[in-house]
């Protein structure tokens, strides 16, 4: 199932295959920090979730604007991609080897083609770190992770890495290393950012 991908002005623009992935929604501090950083709260539901949807990283590919794709790390290993341009936050993903990326629903542009996201993503499976949340969860929030969704999406990765599907990878080059070198925030600009949620 093709889906178009694209930032808010239009210039970073993509298509991926979403027919296989798992939906959920993120209460992280770094996922809060990360649409901080980019002063895009618009990201965040009201409980300062990210809707993500994450799947084979081979499955997407840009076809407009890759020169403004850039990498923010938070230093745990985990690069976090958006557009300089507008400043939309496109995914997640946990370096060059790991083939999975954590699409964010910013990048996703369902209206192209009049579809809403459960229709194209169907709903979240689960919510994860909903201790770090900064408010009550909608009543109809996902429920945590079971057992056997654990086992299900480790099994589907393990099946994702052995068919190779994680290749090409659109963030990363042959060598392993990030196609826009990673801005890594230091411990004050991480605790800046971080800071705010408690408030
Ligand atoms: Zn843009
Ligand atoms: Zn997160």
């Known amino acids: 199932m093709e889906l178009p991908l694209r930032c808010r002005c239009g210039h970073v623009q993509g298509v991926t295959d979403v ?16 649409a901080r950083f980019l002063e895009r709260p618009d990201v965040l539901d ?20 890759a020169d403004a794709v850039r ?13 300089e341009c507008c400043r939309t936050p496109i995914g997640n993903t946990a370096g060059p ?15 192209a083609a009049g579809r809403s996201r459960d229709h194209v993503l169907g ?16 009543p109809d929030a996902a429920a945590p992770p079971s057992l056997r969704l ?8 393990f099946g994702w890495w052995l068919r190779g599907l ?6 990363f080059d042959d060598r392993g290393a990030p196609r826009s ?14 800071g705010v949620n408690g408030v």
């Open 97 to 111: 080897r790991f083939p999975v990326v954590g699409l964010i629903h910013s990048f996703m542009d369902h209206e």
């Open 150 to 157: 654990f086992a299900g999406r480790a099994a589907s990765l």
């Open 181 to 194: 070198v990673a801005r890594v925030l230091t411990p004050s600009e991480r605790a800046a950012l971080n």
């Open 123 to 138: 709903p979240p499976l689960c919510r994860i770190y909903e201790r770090s949340a900064v408010g009550p969860l909608p």
């Open 46 to 65: 009201a409980a300062g979730g990210t809707d993500i949807f994450q799947m084979p990283t081979g499955r997407v590919r840009f076809t407009a604007g």
């Open 19 to 34: 027919s296989a992935g798992f939906r959920l929604v993120c209460y992280c501090k770094d996922c809060q920090a990360f």
């Open 166 to 171: 994680g290749r090409p990878n659109p963030f």
């Open 71 to 83: 990498c923010l790390s938070f230093s745990s290993g985990i690069f976090r991609w958006y557009t």
